[in-house]
Nanobody, 122 residues
Framework: QVHLAESGGGLVQAGESLRLSCAIS????????IGWFRQAPGEDREFVAS????????RYIDSVKGRFTISRDSATDTVHLQMNNLKSEDTAVYYC???????????????WGQGTQVTVSS
């Protein structure tokens, strides 16, 4: 069983940065693809980025390419999402989850946690 806990959200101004963390426990952590998702008010939850167990395969949605960086630290069993040049449209609750490399965007495996709120003021 895998447990995930998100942290690092906050209130920032447009153009500023935040670093989100996803602490993961469970025996399969190192083999799993980990993804970040977000849900803005009144919107469906959307996939943002993912990283495979090896760290060799990384995906981003177009709207965050060049601004967000996903990374994983096997020593601490943590996946980070570095978010730079934040925009008001990045305002959302951010969640992490795990799944298969090719299907995680649509079929994450775990139930959703509480997430961490990111609010960007313009």
């Amino acid at each position: 069983q895998v447990h995930l806990a998100e942290s690092g959200g906050g209130l920032v101004q447009a153009g500023e940065s935040l670093r989100l963390s996803c602490a993961i426990s469970g025996e399969t952590f190192r083999a799993e693809t980990i993804g970040w998702f977000r849900q803005a008010p009144g919107e469906d939850r959307e996939f943002v980025a993912s990283i495979t167990g090896s760290g060799r395969s990384i995906r981003y949605i177009d709207s965050v390419k060049g601004r967000f960086t996903i990374s994983r630290d096997s020593a601490t069993d943590t996946v980070h999402l570095q978010m730079n040049n934040l925009k008001s449209e990045d305002t959302a609750v951010y969640y992490c989850n795990y799944g298969d490399r090719l299907t995680i965007a649509a079929l994450p495996k775990n139930s959703w946690g509480q997430g961490t709120q990111v609010t960007v003021s313009s």
